[in-house]
């Protein structure tokens, strides 16, 4: 099946520096790729969905100068989240899909900002 | 607006079989998903329902009424390893997934 990939799994940094996530589908080319947060008993929240060479497009209430997505290729996206702070700790989560209807999920990156 | 309700918590037994209901309200429909997801990892697939019916898959099966907006994933002979969190997620018009907030699934032995 569909692999998707997510570095680093667990990340600790302090409140003020930037924190990038980095989302690789292994074996196929992602033409769409979405990137959620879940907080803790919580469900899935969209945050952006991107496609390949174009700009993200943000969910309402999502500050996309503080999450700021790059998806270069057909294979890898980036999530920067930039000046972080406590709240923002939380499990970042990607998802690929590849122009089918599944979407395969990432790992996860679990967010601790101190 | 869009909506996908689904019961926050279930309990079952080990080797009996349980129901999730889910019911759904999207701009449009291209689909049903559910989601398994253990705490602490990402969801995994376990079903795509586009069609009125039963869709079965091993112990797993889902069931998608169009026209009621319900659908429920079954799952027989339950294991202490079905012990997660299920996720319903509604397709809108625009392939959008919309999520429920989960069902927590606790099986006792």
């Known amino acids: 099946g569909a692999v998707v990939s997510q570095h680093p799994s667990r990340v600790i940094c302090k409140s003020g520096t930037s924190v990038k996530i980095e989302c690789r589908s292994l074996d196929f080319q992602a033409t769409t790729m979405f990137w959620y947060r879940q907080f803790p008993k919580q469900s899935l929240m969209l945050m952006a969905t991107?496609?390949?060479?174009?700009?993200?497009?943000?969910e309402q209430g999502v500050e996309k100068d503080k999450f700021l997505i790059n998806h270069a290729s057909l294979t890898l996206s980036t999530l920067t989240v930039t000046s972080a702070h406590p709240e923002d700790s939380s499990f970042y989560i990607c998802?690929?899909?590849?122009?089918?209807?599944?979407?395969?999920f990432g790992p996860g990156t679990r967010l601790t900002v101190t | 607006g869009q909506n996908i309700d689904q019961p926050t918590e279930m309990t079952a037994t080990e080797g009996a079989i349980v129901q999730i209901n889910c019911t759904y309200q999207t701009s449009g429909f291209n689909g049903l998903f559910w989601y398994q997801q253990h705490a602490g990892e990402a969801p995994t697939f376990l079903s795509y329902n586009v069609l009125d019916g039963l869709e079965e898959k091993g112990r797993f099966s889902s069931f998608l009424s169009r026209s009621k907006g319900y659908s429920y994933l079954l799952l027989k002979e339950l294991q202490m390893k079905d012990s997660a969190s299920y996720l319903c997620g509604g397709m809108d018009s625009n392939y959008q997934l919309i999520w429920g907030a989960g069902t927590k699934l606790i099986i006792k032995p």
């Open positions: 991107s496609n390949e060479g174009s700009k993200a497009t943000y």
């Open positions: 998802s690929a899909t590849d122009g089918f209807y599944e979407q395969y």
